[in-house]
């Protein structure tokens, strides 16, 4: 019933850019939030930039080269990354929390992202 795609990954030097874009269709009426996390091999899945309607929350190792956007006629959610490093290597996944027609917890399939030395 709700479906999230996210696209965008790939390989890219230190030092440059990606941007992960994710839309979400199906039966969507109203979205509380939507956002990025990732997970590297062998560890936790962790935050990476989320937005409300009303603020934005990032990841402190992301802060000042992720921006998270969101577009809300078209339920998408983009990530820009700038300035990668070796350590944001991981698959990344969108996660919606939609509102209405009622609550519910949404992920996407993940993408994958490596940057190398």
């Known amino acids: 019933q709700v479906q999230l795609v996210e696209s965008g990954g790939g390989l890219v030097q230190a030092g440059g850019s990606l941007r992960l874009s994710c839309a979400a269709s199906?039966?969507?009426?109203?979205?509380?939030?939507m956002g990025w996390y990732r997970q590297a091999p062998g560890k936790q899945r962790e935050l990476v930039a989320v937005?409300?309607?009303?603020?934005?929350v990032y990841g402190d190792s992301v802060k000042g080269r992720f921006t998270v956007s969101r577009d809300d006629a078209k339920n998408t959610v983009s990530l820009q990354m700038n300035s990668l490093k070796p350590e944001d290597t991981a698959v990344y996944y969108c996660?919606?929390?939609?509102?209405?027609?009622?609550?519910?917890?949404?992920w996407g399939q993940g993408t994958q992202v490596t940057v190398s030395p």
């Open positions: 937005i409300t309607s009303g603020s934005t």
């Open positions: 199906g039966r969507i009426v109203r979205i509380n939030a």
């Open positions: 996660k919606m929390d939609r509102q209405l027609p009622w609550r519910g917890e949404y």
